[in-house]
């Protein structure tokens, strides 16, 4: 299950498309926020140091910083969405009358919601970031913000999903509404940003 990032794109694909139980729509959306975020830090890299930039270059190295600690955060939880999986996977396969099986498939699908969480949290904040970086980037790469808040929108979306798959079977109701509370809020919040980033920079194209 392991070394997730360290194989090849095309493995990694081959393995998102097996019968295999990991790597799923977590890590799937993990690597897809880590690539929108990497998209934004690639504006940064090619807008500093342009004197037509210079009064946001501080600004924009800043940002870069930012987004750099956030795809390392990302795509560290690939690895961590398949390692919270895995014992949820397994619960599925205690016998029905055994008495532990409950608390066990509690436990295991807390964990299994809480990467995704993490991944939609992270994906929420790189969506303020490629708002940034699309008002204060180079317009030659203006397109490529588009792209990286897009990819960022999307990662959000299926972290989301991602977290109430979980939230569905738990048996601790209240646990369970205040995380589905807490991606409702927020999806709310950072869907409009992404969407407003992305339709600015299209019908500026057209």
């Not at 204060?136 to 990819?151: E, H, P, Q, W, Y």
């Not at 950072?190 to 600015?200: D, F, G, H, L």
Request: aromatic share 6%.
């Amino acid at each position: 299950m392991m070394g997730l990032l360290t194989c090849g794109v095309a493995e990694f694909t081959e393995r998102l498309a097996s019968p295999a139980p990991v790597p799923g729509g977590g890590g799937a959306s993990a690597l897809v926020g880590a690539v929108g975020i990497a998209l934004g830090d690639m504006v940064g890299e090619l807008t500093v140091g342009k004197k037509k930039y210079a009064d946001v270059e501080e600004e924009l190295r800043a940002l870069m910083a930012r987004a750099q600690a956030l795809r390392v955060r990302l795509l560290a939880c690939v690895e961590k969405d398949a390692a919270a999986f895995e014992p949820l996977a397994r619960a599925y396969g205690i016998p029905k009358d055994d008495p532990t099986r409950a608390e066990v498939m509690e436990a295991c699908l807390r964990d299994a919601a809480s990467v995704p969480l993490e991944i939609f949290d992270l994906c929420c904040e790189a969506i303020t970031l490629q708002k940034e970086f699309a008002e204060k980037g180079s317009r030659l790469v203006i397109s490529d913000a588009a792209t990286g808040v897009v990819s960022c929108w999307s990662a959000m979306y299926g972290a989301a999903v991602n977290v109430k798959v979980n939230t569905k079977l738990m048996r601790d109701r209240a646990y369970a509404e205040a995380l589905n509370a807490h991606v409702d809020e927020a999806m709310a919040k950072y869907w409009p940003i992404a969407e407003q980033v992305y339709e600015e920079v299209y019908r500026g194209l057209c």
